[in-house]
């Protein structure tokens, strides 16, 4: 799957993951979509690693979405705690 994919999947995951875990953050909505975004390039990897996701899995392929959104969560959770008041 290709790059621009990942940065879709990663809007969404900031999107979603905002939506699943409220509350102030540091930097605001943009911050939170950049972090999703930043995660659906770490769940890229890690899915990659485990040897689950491929180069040639398709932008529809379930596991990518769910990779790039558990990412989305994993660093957005990580951002809260060390960098929320």
Same mark, same amino acid.
């Given at each position: 799957?290709?790059?621009?994919?990942?940065?879709?999947?990663?809007?969404?995951?900031?999107?979603?993951?905002?939506?699943?875990?409220? &509350?102030?953050?540091?930097?605001?909505?943009?911050?939170?979509?950049?972090?999703?975004?930043?995660? #659906?390039?770490? /769940? @890229? =990897? $890690?899915?990659?690693?485990? &040897?689950?996701?491929?180069?040639?899995?398709?932008?529809?392929?379930?596991?990518?979405?769910?990779? #790039?959104?558990? /990412? @989305? =969560? $994993?660093?957005?959770?990580?951002?809260?705690?060390?960098?929320?008041?």
């Amino acid at each position: 799957m290709g790059f621009l994919s990942w940065i879709i999947f990663g809007f969404i995951a900031g999107l979603l993951a905002k939506a699943v875990m409220p &509350g102030k953050d540091p930097g605001g909505w943009v911050v939170t979509i950049l972090i999703g975004i930043a995660g #659906a390039f770490v /769940g @890229g =990897f $890690i899915g990659r690693s485990l &040897g689950i996701l491929n180069e040639t899995t398709s932008f529809w392929s379930f596991a990518d979405w769910i990779f #790039a959104i558990l /990412g @989305g =969560f $994993i660093v957005l959770w990580v951002w809260k705690r060390f960098f929320a008041k």
